[in-house]
């Protein structure tokens, strides 16, 4: 069965760096829409990035330029480094992944437990 593992959270620094990553198993992740999405206290889930079947990559605006998505197919692992965070990154930072859509949290079908990432 699908399992989606985060890692690599914690605390950090404004303008400091964290690399998160989602180990990832039951499926062929290539095949698959993967990402990265986010929620903050009180707020709505939101996606922060993600990868489609097709390898393109797109990001949310408030992160590009700072955040690089990376699928490592042969360690089915999918990595984010985050540079130069701000204190609005602050969430817990969640690994998902569907075999048609990934972009809308309501079509999702798997997801991992989260990872919380903190920025002050």
């Known amino acids: 069965h699908v399992q989606l593992v985060e890692s690599g959270g914690g605390s950090v620094q404004a303008g400091g760096s964290m690399r998160l990553s989602c180990s990832t198993s039951?499926?062929?992740?290539?095949?698959?829409?993967i990402g990265w999405f986010r929620q903050a206290p009180g707020k709505e889930r939101e996606e922060v990035t993600a990868?489609?079947?097709?390898?393109?990559?797109r990001y949310a605006e408030s992160v590009k330029g700072r955040f690089t998505i990376s699928l490592d197919t042969s360690k089915n692992t999918l990595d984010l480094q985050m540079n130069n965070l701000k204190p609005e990154d602050t969430a817990m930072y969640y690994c998902?992944?569907?075999?048609?859509?990934?972009?809308?949290?309501?079509?999702?079908?798997?997801w991992g437990r989260g990872t919380q990432v903190t920025v002050s």
């Open positions: 039951g499926f062929t992740s290539s095949s698959y829409c």
């Open positions: 990868i489609d079947s097709d390898g393109s990559a």
């Open positions: 998902a992944a569907d075999p048609w859509d990934c972009h809308s949290v309501s079509n999702i079908n798997f």
